[in-house]
C-alpha cells in the first residue's frame, strides 16, 4: 500500500499506460536542433544548465499535426513558472505574417519526466489553444535513442477530482528533402575539418552509412529469433510474423513494367553522359585547334598559312 | 580497474548535472564587451578583405535552407545574427523578414551580422542588384555578410549550395565592360559548427533518417530541373555554335587578332556548355547510383539452399 502511494506520489502527472494518444504527429528536425540551440545558448550564457521553455508551431490537419518551427517564450519564475503572456501576443503576430498558414500547436521544455510544474504551465497555455501538445528534450541523456517526447494532456478521474494528466504521444520525423540533405550535411562533417574528398566518394559514404545501418538492423533482428530459437528469450508470435512477411517482401519489385521502367532511366541517364562527354571533347577540340592556331600563326604569313593546314 | 573509475566518474558527472562547457560550446557565450570594443576599433575599415572565413551554426543553415525551400521559385530573405571573431565571422541563427521586426531583441543578445537570400535555381553569386544593396549595407551597417543559398541546387546536387560574401568599397574597382560584377565582391570560406547536444541530437536522429536517405530517389525528385538544365545547355551550345561561326568568319578576314574578341567570347560559352554540361550528369550519376544500390539490395534476392 504505501509503495503504491509513493509511486503514486512520484508519477501522478501521469495516466495510467493503457491510455493511448489520440493524434499522429509528424515532427520536423528543425524544431529539435531550435530547442537544442536555445538550450546551448541560455546555457553558455548563464554558466549553468537551465530550463528552457518555448512555443511550438505548424499545421493541423483533423487528428494529425505537422510540427514545423518553434519559438522561445519568456517566463518568470515566482514560486511557479508563469509564462509571459504579452510576449507571446506579439510574437505570435510576427509570425503570422511570415508563416501565415501555421498555428500554434504547443509547447516545449527541457527536462526529464514530467512533473508538476509542467501541469502548472501546460494549464496556462492551454488558455492560448485548446488542447495543446507538449515536448520534452532531455539534454542529459545518454542513450543513443532521440530524447524526444511527446504528450497530450487528458482530463482523469483521479481519487475523485477531474484532474490533468499527461499522455505519451508516438511521432514520426519529417522528412522534407532540403531539410534531410542539411541535417545529413551537418551530421556528418566534424566541426572544424574541410571535405576535400570528391563528390562521388561524399555521395557513396552516404548511401553505405545507410547501408550499414540496415545491415545493423536486419542482424539485430537475425539475432534475435536466432535467440528465440535457442530458448533464450521469450518466443513472441507477432515479431515473427512481422519479420516474416518482411521477408516475404522480397523481391519488392520485379514485375516487367518495373523493369522497363527502370532501364529507360537508366538509359536516359547514360544519354546525358554521353552528351556531357561530347560537349566536352568538342571543347577541348575547340582548345586544342585555337591554341594551334596560335602556335602556327607565328611561323607562317598571317592567316594563309593558318588556313591551309586546317581546311 | 580503469575502467570502473571511468564509469563511476560518469555516474557521478550525470547525477550532479555537472557544467562543463567545452570549449566546443563556448562559441555560443555572447560577451558584450568584446563585441563592442571590436565594433569600437573597427579593422575592416582599414582592410578590405578583412573578414576571411565565415562559420555558421547547424542552426542557422537548416533555417535558411528550409525558409528557402518553403519559398518555392520565389526569392525569399532574411537576417542573420552573430558576433565577430577576429577575421572570422560568425553566423548563429537566421531569422525569415519580417518576424525579425523590431520586437527581437527581447531574448537575443547579438547583433545582425548580416542578410541572406536564395537563388532558387540559379546559383550562388551576388547580381548586380545585390552587390549594391551590400555596398550600402557594408557603408552603414558593417560589419555585414551576403549569404546567398540555392534551395533547388541543393536538393539536385545532394549538397548544400550556399555561397558568403563581402563586396569592395567602391573607388577600389572600375566595372569592366562585360558587366562583371564578380569582381566587386569576394567569397568567404565557409565551415560550419555545432553545439554537443546538436552532435547527440543529429546521432540520434540519423538513427532515424537513414531510412529516407536509402530510400530518396533524386532522379525522380529532380526530374523537372535536370530537364530544364538539358534545354538550357542546348540553347547554350547554340549559341556558342553561332558566335564559332561568326568568329570563323571574322578569323578568316582579318586574321588572328580580329578574331581574338570574338573567339574569345565563344570559348567563354563553350567552355560554361561543358561545364554545365559536366554537373548535370554528375547529379544524375550519383542519383542513377542510388537506384542500382537499391535494386541490388531489394530486388535481386539469391535464396541460400536451408
Known sequence: ?311 | MSSQSNIALNNWLMANNVENISSVDEIYRYDRKQQQDMLAAKPWDKDPHFFKEIRISALALLKMVTHARSGGHLEVMGLLLGKVDANTMVVMDAFALPVEGTETRVNRLENAIGWYHSHPGYGCWLSGIDVSTQMLNQNFQEPFVAIVVDPVRTISAGKVCLGAFRTYPKSLNKVEDFGVHCKQYYALEVSYFKSALDRRLLDSLWNKYWVSTLSSSSLTTNADYTTGQVSDLSEKLEQAENSLGRAALVGSGVGVSGSSIEDRRSEDRLAKAARDATKTSIEALHGLLAQVIKDRLFNQVRSRPA
Open chain 1, 1 to 311: 500500500m504505501e509503495t503504491e502511494e509513493n509511486n503514486q506520489n512520484v508519477n501522478h502527472v501521469m495516466a495510467s499506460s493503457g491510455a493511448t494518444g489520440s493524434i499522429s504527429v509528424l515532427l520536423h528536425p528543425l524544431v529539435v536542433m531550435n530547442i537544442s540551440e536555445h538550450w546551448t545558448r541560455v546555457r553558455a550564457q548563464e554558466g549553468k544548465a537551465q530550463q528552457v521553455i518555448g512555443a511550438l508551431i505548424g499545421k493541423q490537419k483533423g487528428r494529425s499535426l505537422e510540427i514545423m518551427n518553434s519559438f522561445e517564450l519568456v517566463f518568470t519564475v515566482i514560486e511557479n513558472v508563469v509564462i509571459d503572456r504579452d510576449y507571446y501576443n506579439t510574437k505570435e503576430e510576427q509570425f503570422k505574417q511570415v508563416f501565415s498558414d501555421m498555428d500554434f500547436l504547443g509547447w516545449y521544455t527541457t527536462g526529464d519526466s514530467p512533473n508538476e510544474s509542467d501541469i502548472h504551465v501546460h494549464k496556462q497555455i492551454c488558455e492560448i489553444n485548446e488542447s495543446p501538445v507538449i515536448l520534452k528534450l532531455n539534454p542529459f541523456t545518454r542513450n543513443a535513442d532521440l530524447p524526444v517526447t511527446m504528450y497530450e494532456s487528458v482530463i482523469d478521474l483521479v481519487n475523485g477530482e477531474a484532474t490533468m494528466l499527461f499522455v505519451e504521444l508516438t511521432y514520426t520525423l519529417a522528412t522534407e528533402e532540403a531539410e534531410r540533405i542539411g541535417v545529413d550535411h551537418v551530421a556528418r562533417m566534424a566541426s572544424g575539418d574541410s571535405a576535400e574528398s570528391s563528390q562521388v566518394a561524399e555521395q557513396l559514404q552516404a548511401q553505405h552509412n545507410a547501408v550499414k545501418m540496415l545491415a545493423n538492423r536486419v542482424r539485430l533482428i537475425l539475432e534475435y529469433i536466432r535467440a528465440m530459437e535457442r530458448g533464450e528469450v521469450p518466443k513472441s508470435h507477432e515479431v515473427l510474423r512481422e519479420a516474416k512477411s518482411l521477408t516475404h517482401r522480397l523481391p519488392v519489385l520485379n514485375s516487367e513494367i518495373f523493369q522497363e521502367e527502370y532501364y529507360t532511366q537508366y538509359n536516359d541517364v547514360l544519354l546525358q553522359t554521353y552528351l556531357a562527354s561530347i560537349t566536352k571533347a568538342c571543347h577541348d577540340l575547340h582548345q586544342f585547334v585555337t591554341k594551334f592556331n596560335v602556335l602556327c600563326d607565328r611561323q607562317g604569313i598571317m592567316g594563309r598559312r593558318m588556313r591551309g593546314l586546317f581546311f
